[in-house]
């Protein structure tokens, strides 16, 4: 069984930062690409920033410079640094992981239970 954890969401002011944690545990034999999500209630979910296990990182347009992801493969663990929030930033923010639990197992995604971020204006 997996479980990825995630912390860190919270209330902040326009022009403030946060940072998340998401932590996978459980029957892990491998970790490949980790990243987040987010989601509002009148937008779909949003792929923001994935990373690759060597430490290849991608974003999104909107979070491009402001957001960086990082992980820490010994802890199995990814983070999301978001600086410069703006209220459109505002949303419920999800961890993946794709990972496998064997050697013979192809691997699929595991999702963290996800973490408010909430910027005020």
């Known amino acids: 069984q997996v479980q990825l954890v995630e912390s860190g969401g919270g209330l902040v002011q326009a022009g403030g930062s946060l940072r998340l944690s998401c932590a996978a545990s459980?029957?892990?034999?491998?970790?490949?690409?980790m990243g987040w999500y987010r989601q509002t209630p009148v937008k779909e979910r949003e792929l923001i920033a994935s990373?690759?296990?060597?430490?290849?990182?991608n974003y999104a347009d909107s979070v491009e410079g402001r957001f960086t992801i990082s992980r820490d493969n010994a802890k199995n663990t990814v983070y999301l640094q978001m600086d410069g929030l703006k209220p459109e930033d505002t949303a419920v923010y999800y961890c993946?992981?794709?990972?496998?639990?064997?050697?013979?197992?192809?691997?699929?995604?595991?999702w963290g239970q996800g973490t408010q971020v909430t910027v005020s204006s």
């Open positions: 459980g029957s892990i034999f491998s970790v490949n690409g």
């Open positions: 990373i690759s296990r060597g430490g290849s990182a």
């Open positions: 993946y992981a794709n990972l496998r639990t064997a050697w013979s197992d192809y691997g699929r995604n595991y």
